[in-house]
T-cell receptor, first 112, second 110 residues
Framework: DGGITQSPKYLFRKEGQNVTLSCEQN?????MYWYRQDPGQGLRLIYYSQIVNDFQKGDIAEGYSVSREKKESFPLTVTSAQKNPTAFYLC???????????FGQGTRLTVV | GIQVEQSPPDLILQEGANSTLRCNFS?????LQWFHQNPWGQLINLFY???GTKQNGRLSATTVATERYSLLYISSSQTTDSGVYFC????????????FGKGTHLIIQP
């Protein structure tokens, strides 16, 4: 069935390591997004991509990187430059005209 | 950037009660969505409603774009309605991402 798949659900990282979160969608959406959620807070936009091979910084892009080599995939790398990476990460996708966004189930990242 | 304010921040009700959640935004929007976040963190789409009124069962929503607010109504609340309700907006004309409010934490007591 159609949807957005994020993996893994839980991820533990040692300080100083890079880690990559996966996001795959089969909704044939052009646009994809990454958000971060901290406890008791709303979501904040990290990066977004409206088309393959192009992406834009969101409000909190520092310490993160992305790629968009395929329409279906938008992986997020949390680099060692991200000072406070422990958070809940959500991926979303939408069309570019009707921009109703749909979300994956999220990845909980913990730095140990 | 655009500001989104949700009220109230917390709401505790008895089962069967009705509630109204409010979302104010500071600029014109191309997209407005209401979500319910379940205990596992999943965001459930409730309404895509940049303007007008929609209903889905016990839930309904109204957005008055000219006055920059939206309302989510929940009637005959059930314990399964508990959770956090988010309003999110997207200004502009393209897929530039949503700006979220801080949410309303709703607790329905049996």
């Amino acid at each position: 069935d159609g949807g957005i798949t994020q993996s893994p659900k839980y991820l533990f990282r040692k300080e100083g390591q890079n880690v990559t979160l996966s996001c795959e969608q089969n909704l044939n959406h052009d646009a994809m997004y990454w958000y971060r959620q901290d406890p008791g807070q709303g979501l904040r936009l990290i990066y977004y991509s409206q088309i393959v091979n192009d992406f834009q910084k969101g409000d909190i892009a520092e310490g993160y990187s992305v790629s968009r080599e395929k329409k279906e995939s938008f992986p997020l790398t949390v680099t060692s430059a991200q000072k406070n990476p422990t958070a809940f990460y959500l991926c979303a996708s939408s069309n570019t005209m009707n921009t109703e966004a749909f979300f994956g189930q999220g990845t909980r990242l913990t730095v140990v | 950037g655009i500001q989104v304010e949700q009220s109230p921040p917390d709401l505790i009700l008895q089962e069967g009660a009705n509630s109204t959640l409010r979302c104010n935004f500071s600029d014109s929007v191309n997209n407005l969505q209401w979500f319910h976040q379940n205990p596992w963190g999943q965001l459930i789409n409730l309404f895509y409603i940049p303007s007008g009124t929609k209903q889905n069962g016990r839930l309904s929503a109204t957005t008055v774009a000219t006055e920059r607010y939206s309302l989510l109504y929940i009637s005959s609340s059930q314990t399964t309605d508990s959770g956090v309700y988010f309003c999110a907006v997207e200004p502009g004309g393209g897929a530039d991402g949503l700006t979220f409010g801080k949410g309303t934490h709703l607790i329905i007591q049996p």
